[in-house]
């Protein structure tokens, strides 16, 4: 990444927004303190800023990945036809929902949010079609489900891959007919919902192994959205990183205002399993951490031994990689003398810094690591 300034809104004392350029393909190198200026935090409107509109939640990003699931959106919205939405956890999947309510024709009616895996089994049925007073040991008064709280609006059913089986048949079919019985009660109620459903979890291999109803399946799966994870679509980052640091300096009305150049490359390279609630998480404790006007993210936090684990088929180069960083990191690291990594590893002090080079690990005033050089790939 480049250096990168942005100001932060409403601040006096720093510049607008500027942006410098520079060599990607030194970006695996070890570096000393960059020369490119520092992200600064400013008064550009969010909205221009990150191309997030009310109309899309505060959905931040422009990149292609996030833009098609946009079209999407802006397509299906005016449609009365089910949505799935599918995508791992922390991927903003509930924004998506609440987007697509937005600009659809039951904007300034009820959305109503319901976590199916945050129910216990036995209030679920309850929690979603209401129920009749005296329908079981506590119920001393009529309650409205979910659904009936919805009527004419839009409900979104969140983690729906956890409904269990012998609830998604009534599920099925208020989805098919619009009409359900409250626990307790032979009476039909007549509803009018749109249902935007969401999960993490892989629904049709959960149909083939006999955990999910293939028929609901179908029905719910009318209009399906992929929401990409946050390391398909990097060049939001930088984007996500400035809003929340914004949102958190306004909230604990904090004196930071600039994102090093060096912190914002390592933050972009990150692989972030935790999608963005990760992110957004992580930049709330780094603003905490700062007592200066520079963001000091604890980028020493960053597991990258994980994410190249994870990511990339293990190689002989790799396998290095990763016993060097342990045994660095578990010597503080201190590279030479007694108690130094060098002699852990069975090397010379100028060898283990000669790798360290090769391989693009360093230590900055953060202990921040750089991922694997792609001609270790």
């Known amino acids: 990444m480049g250096g990168q300034a942005i100001s932060f809104p409403d601040n006096p004392r720093v ?3 500027r942006y410098v350029g520079s060599d990607r393909r030194q970006s695996h190198l070890p570096k000393e303190r960059s020369e490119a200026p520092p992200r600064l935090l400013g008064d550009t409107p969010t909205e221009k800023r990150n191309g997030a509109t009310d109309r ?20 299906v919205a005016p449609i ?7 995508g791992e956890t922390g991927t903003g999947k509930e924004l998506i929902a609440r987007a697509i309510h937005n600009l659809s024709p039951r904007r300034d009616r ?47 059913l969140d983690e729906i891959g956890d409904i269990p089986l012998e609830l998604q048949a009534k599920l099925l079919r208020v989805l098919q007919e619009r009409e359900f019985e409250r626990l307790g009660s032979n009476r039909i109620q007549q509803v009018n919902v749109r249902v935007v459903a969401a999960t993490h979890c892989d629904l049709k291999q959960m149909v083939q192994e006999k955990h999910f109803r293939s028929d609901l399946y179908f ?14 679509r990097r060049e939001d980052i930088p984007s996500l990183v400035t809003v929340f640091a914004d949102n ?12 090093p150049p060096e912190t914002m490359r390592v933050l972009t390279e990150y692989d972030w399993p935790g999608n963005v609630r990760e992110l957004q998480n992580f930049i709330e404790r780094a603003v905490i951490l700062s007592p200066s006007s520079e963001l000091r ?3 020493e936090d960053l597991d990258w031994s994980k994410q190249i684990a994870r990511t990339q088929p293990e190689t002989l180069a790799r396998a290095e990689f990763g016993h060097i960083l342990r045994a660095l990191k578990e010597c503080g690291w201190v590279v030479g003398g007694p108690m130094g990594a060098a002699r852990r590893l069975g090397l010379k002090r100028t060898t283990l810094i000669g790798k360290m080079r090769k391989m693009g690990i360093f230590r900055s005033k953060e202990a921040v690591l750089s991922p694997l050089p792609p001609g270790l790939a």
């Open 80 to 86: 009365d036809s089910t949505v799935l939405i599918q």
């Open 219 to 232: 029905r719910l799966n009318v209009f399906p959205i992929a929401v990409p994870p946050l390391r398909e």
């Open 248 to 259: 958190c300096v306004r909230r604990m009305n904090r004196q930071v205002e600039t994102i």
């Open 110 to 156: 009820p959305f109503v949010r319901f976590n199916c895996a945050a129910i216990p089994l036995g209030l679920l049925e309850s929690e979603l079609f209401g129920h009749e007073r005296g329908a079981f040991t506590g119920a001393v008064a009529r309650k409205m489900g979910r659904f009936e709280l919805a009527d004419k609006g839009t409900l979104f």
């Open 15 to 17: 510049a607008r927004f």
């Open 56 to 75: 899309f939640c505060g959905i931040v990003g422009t990149s292609v990945r996030l833009q098609e699931v946009l079209d999407l959106v802006r397509t």
């Open 297 to 299: 993210a604890p980028l």
